[in-house]
């Protein structure tokens, strides 16, 4: 007697850190920099260049990258930039049973203040949220029936599950150029520039992943004519392109994360030798999990007419998807600019982050409450301060429809902003519209008892001999021919072909005879 089992492929969150990282520099201005007279905007990039799993501990080594864009009182041209780094090199703690596993990682820049402290030096504060996770794809081994004795009878339960069928990392390499439009000058000096992902779309293929979406690009230069204007251009660039990933289906269930990992611009000359051309490379993470929905039939009992079968049990625990779901929320606020701000004249760019402060369940939904962190930058009406930049928040509550989500469902939320639009009421005023769009997968966690194993003892001939061969049996409430097989050490065969039934079930009252088919061993 041999139990036929089936591997389960799980994928299991192991160990989970997250640690609140504080940045605090001051930074002189470079010699060929003219005096800051008022600080624009900021901008901050975390770059890794290692992470290494140790016995307990994981070691990170990177850079917060940053760059300001300031207003100075040089009269030849107002609008410069200063760039820097400050380097980190960083030991956290996580659980041992993480020590040699493969480490996810991820960053959220909560908060990156510039401040001068006097026209030759700047201060940088950063707050950085770093989220180390192990994860573990693993085997959940399951009894499906019974093999090599005919006297043993099996019963199986039939469970709906999700299981993991691909679980990939991998990279995308986008490179184009873009042209500088005839009205614009050409490119001196760029002096701040942003690079974001829109309209993604992720789909699965055989042995394929296909991506479609735009790269959003902003830059502000310096113009190469005799008054060194500050100029820029933004412009959507689409890309289309496959990824192999062997074992993908269509018909597969796919939760894709996807981040631009690193930028590269560069300055290139058109045909006619101008710097006109710009070049840029962007590297995408793709994090693709994929899952396929199985039914199978799992050994919930077992009995033997010739021998006593003792089940060894314990629970094994599954996932079983309730829902992947691409919720859209539109948020539209008002901004005004301070007291003691320019006005605006024209608005050059928009950007913004989205962040999520809390997620509770409710009655077949997940509501969801956060923000969008949006910095507006624009032309003003003051000629002594040419460019000035307006920070918000706007808050959003969402509920996203889930059917069947209850308190104990796991459930992964990933918002991105798809759309940032902005329009100038009148020179104090703007009206912000933004789409977010909040990806849910929901799983429901199964547990179910599973027979690992069976211990065989002889069979209680005492107890068997007390038994009457022939039984005349009334059903009760509750009773199955199973139950009563069982009980009796028989077969559900041998109580329907001796009784004339057709079907397998019974109602209460109903008469059987029942025939010890255990006899045949005494």
């Known amino acids: 007697m041999e139990l036929i089992k089936k591997n389960i492929h799980m994928n299991k969150l192991k160990c989970k850190t997250d640690i609140q990282l504080t940045f605090d520099d001051d930074f002189n201005v470079p010699d060929v920099k003219p005096d800051i007279g008022k600080i624009i905007k900021e901008q901050g990039q975390i770059n890794i260049s290692e992470i290494k799993a140790m016995s307990g501990k994981v070691m990170v080594k990177g850079t917060l990258s940053f760059i300001v864009l300031y207003i100075s009182e040089d009269g030849n041209r107002p609008i410069h930039n200063i760039v820097g780094e400050i380097p980190f090199d960083e030991v956290v703690n996580m659980d041992e049973a993480c020590a040699e596993d493969n480490i996810l990682f991820r960053w959220e820049i909560e908060d990156l203040t510039t401040s001068i402290i006097n026209s030759r030096k700047l201060s940088v504060k950063s707050i950085v949220l770093f989220s180390f996770m192990a994860e573990d794809m693993y085997d959940e081994?399951?009894?499906?029936?019974?093999?090599?004795?005919?006297?043993?009878?099996y019963m199986n339960k039939r469970v709906d599950l999700t299981q993991l069928a691909l679980n990939k990392k991998d990279t995308y390499r986008i490179k184009d150029e873009v042209n500088l439009p005839s009205n614009k000058a050409n490119i001196f000096e760029i002096l701040y520039s942003d690079v974001s992902?829109?309209?993604?779309?992720?789909r699965l293929l055989e042995d394929k992943i296909s991506l479609k979406g735009e790269i959003l690009l902003f830059i502000l230069y310096v113009g190469e004519d005799e008054e060194n204007t500050i100029q820029y251009i933004e412009t959507e660039v689409p890309f289309s392109g496959t990824i192999d990933c062997n074992g993908c289906r269509e018909d597969m269930i796919s939760d894709v994360d996807i981040n631009i990992h690193s930028k590269d611009l560069e300055i290139k000359p058109d045909s006619d030798g101008e710097e006109r051309v710009i070049g840029f490379e962007v590297i995408l993470d793709l994090d693709l999990k994929a899952y396929e929905d199985e039914e199978i039939d799992i050994l919930s009992d077992v009995y033997s007419t010739s021998k006593e079968l003792i089940p060894v049990v314990r629970d094994a625990y599954y996932e079983n998807l309730v829902m992947k779901n691409n919720s859209k929320v539109k948020v539209v606020d008002q901004v005004r600019v301070a007291g003691n701000e320019p006005r605006i004249l024209q608005i050059c760019n928009a950007s913004g982050v989205v962040k999520i402060d809390d997620i509770a369940v409710v009655e077949n939904g997940l509501e969801v409450y956060g923000i969008i962190e949006s910095q507006i930058l624009y032309i003003t009406e003051d000629d002594n301060r040419p460019m000035n930049s307006i920070k918000s928040v706007i808050p959003f509550t969402q509920l996203v429809e889930i059917k069947g989500i209850n308190p104990d469902s796991i459930y992964r939320i990933k918002p991105n902003l798809e759309q940032i639009n902005v329009m100038m009421l009148d020179g104090e005023e703007l009206e912000v519209k933004a789409i977010i769009n909040l990806n849910?997968?929901?799983?429901?966690?199964?547990?179910?008892?599973?027979?690992t194993d069976m211990k065989v003892e002889d069979i209680n001939l005492d107890k068997l001999q007390e038994m009457p061969s022939i039984i005349g049996y009334i059903t009760k409430k509750d009773d199955t021919l199973w139950k009563i097989a069982k009980h009796y050490y028989t077969t559900v065969d041998t109580i329907k072909e001796m009784n004339g039934l057709t079907q397998d079930r019974v109602l209460p009252g109903d008469k059987l005879l029942i025939l010890k088919k255990v006899d045949a061993i005494l």
């Not at 081994?141 to 009878?153: N, W």
């Not at 849910?440 to 027979?451: A, G, H, N, Q, S």
């Open 141 to 153: 081994e399951t009894a499906v029936g019974i093999e090599g004795d005919d006297t043993v009878q």
């Open 197 to 202: 992902l829109r309209n993604t779309d992720i």
């Open 440 to 451: 849910v997968i929901v799983f429901d966690k199964l547990r179910e008892p599973i027979i």
